[in-house]
């Protein structure tokens, strides 16, 4: 088992994941990119005492960006979608 601070990077903020968090109950973070789905549902369980129901994960190819003349090119970041069960919620998000 990887350390479980190091296996979530941020939580992604978007007006999508907004959406899926309140109708669904869904969450959606940055991970690292070796971390694979136990990995992301323990350090889940485990950071913010809730239980997960399903884990997902995407991994996002960076794009490339032109830096002056020559081209670059931004990292590539893995995604994963977590959905918690009835009944539980990561009070981080949760409005004032």
């Not at 007006?15 to 971390?35: C, G, P, T």
């Not at 893995?78 to 009835?86: D, F, H, I, N, W």
Request: proline letters at 2%; glycine letters at 6%; a positive charge.
């Amino acid at each position: 088992m990887k350390e479980l601070y190091r296996v979530l990077k941020r939580p992604v903020l978007s007006e999508k994941a907004d959406l899926q968090r309140d109708e669904n109950n869904k969450y959606y973070f940055e991970v690292e990119i070796a971390a694979n789905k136990m990995d992301i549902r323990q350090a889940v369980e485990s950071i913010f005492k809730v239980k997960v129901a399903s884990v997902n994960t995407e991994i996002i190819r960076g794009k490339n960006r032109r830096v002056g003349r020559t081209m670059g090119r931004r990292p590539s970041w893995k995604k994963a979608c977590v959905t918690l069960r009835e009944g539980h919620s990561i009070d981080l998000f949760e409005g004032v």
